[in-house]
């Protein structure tokens, strides 16, 4: 027999190796006491670590990602937006998320014209715009946010989560798929992220885009234009642009079991469950 799914659940929060979880045992007595001993163990690791984090002053790793990513990119001559998180039915229909479209029934409507944003690209495209009437070219802009989606759940998706959004206008036609892998590489090298890919993939939005990925998980997703949707924005400048989800990005560098551990929550702190005492 294995572990009952409470106890397996239990095991998992508390970031028990997959394996572990998967363990054989003859008789519910011997399985229930190694359940005790490793709840035991697992628990007074992750108190440690609670009590470090509070102790040492630490941020949570997500702020420390943002700081990193904001310096890189700043460095790299990228200015910052903030941009509202509520925006309006239009913006999302200018993405051409018209009624019928599948990432339309992802979106958290507010009332009947406004929704929280589920991509940071309606609000760039309208500041970029705005920026492209005073200032030169290229103009390199970027906004770290929190972006919502109804998301089914499981182990990759969160229904709050911080995108990293990156634009460049003005980028030479030939230089954009060469542009686009060196800012990738700028940003997993800020991150810390090791042994990535680049996977040529379909987007509902984009078309044929490259996403960055690692071990078979999406952790960005690029862009590039002149595209069909730049004319409802009055872009007609070539653009490269790419998406990155900044809790991903820790799960890939972490390894948590979920990546729940590294998002905003009241379950975990950092990485570590809150449910020990
Ligand atoms: P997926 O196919 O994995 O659901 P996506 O292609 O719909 O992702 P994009 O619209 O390309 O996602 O968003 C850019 C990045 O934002 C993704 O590569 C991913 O890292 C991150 N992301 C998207 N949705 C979520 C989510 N629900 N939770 C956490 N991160 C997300
Ligand atoms: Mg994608």
Redesign the pocket.
């Known amino acids: 027999m294995n572990f009952s799914v409470t106890q397996k659940e239990r095991l998992w929060e508390l970031g028990c190796p997959k394996e572990e979880l998967e363990r054989n045992f003859l008789e519910a007595g011997t399985r229930n006491k190694t359940f005790a001993l490793l709840e035991k163990q697992r628990a007074k690791q992750t108190k440690e670590r609670l009590r470090a984090f509070v102790t040492e002053g630490r941020q949570p790793s997500l702020a420390g990602l943002r700081q990193a990513l904001a310096a890189a990119l700043a460095a790299g001559g990228f200015t910052r937006l903030e941009t509202p998180a509520i925006i309006s039915k239009e913006f999302l229909r200018r993405m051409s998320l018209a009624e019928e479209h599948p ?1 339309n029934d992802q979106v958290f409507w507010l009332d009947d014209r406004r929704c929280l944003r ?2 940071l690209a309606p609000n760039l495209y309208c500041v970029s715009r705005r920026l492209l009437n005073v200032c030169a070219k290229p103009l390199r802009v970027f906004e770290i946010g929190s ?1 919502f ?1 109804r ?1 089914s759940s499981g182990a ?4 709050e ?1 911080t ?1 990293l ?1 990156l634009a460049e206008w003005g980028t030479p036609l030939e230089e954009r798929q060469s542009r686009v892998r060196d800012l990738a590489k700028l940003v997993m090298t800020a991150a810390a992220v090791p042994d990535f890919e680049f996977t040529p ?1 379909k ?3 984009y078309g044929e ?1 490259l ?2 990925t690692r071990g078979g998980w ?4 690029s862009a590039m234009g002149p595209h069909p949707l730049d004319a409802a924005w009055g872009i007609t400048d070539s653009w490269v642009g790419i ?3 900044l ?3 820790l799960a890939a560098r972490e390894q948590p079991n979920t ?1 729940h551990a590294y ?1 905003r929550s009241l379950t975990y702190l950092d990485g570590a469950a809150l449910n020990v005492k």
């Open positions: 990432l589920p991509m972006c989606r998301e990759r998706h969160l229904e989560f995108m959004n993939e987007s509902a939005l885009t996403d960055v999406e952790l960005g997703s998406g990155f989800g809790e991903r990005l990546i998002g």
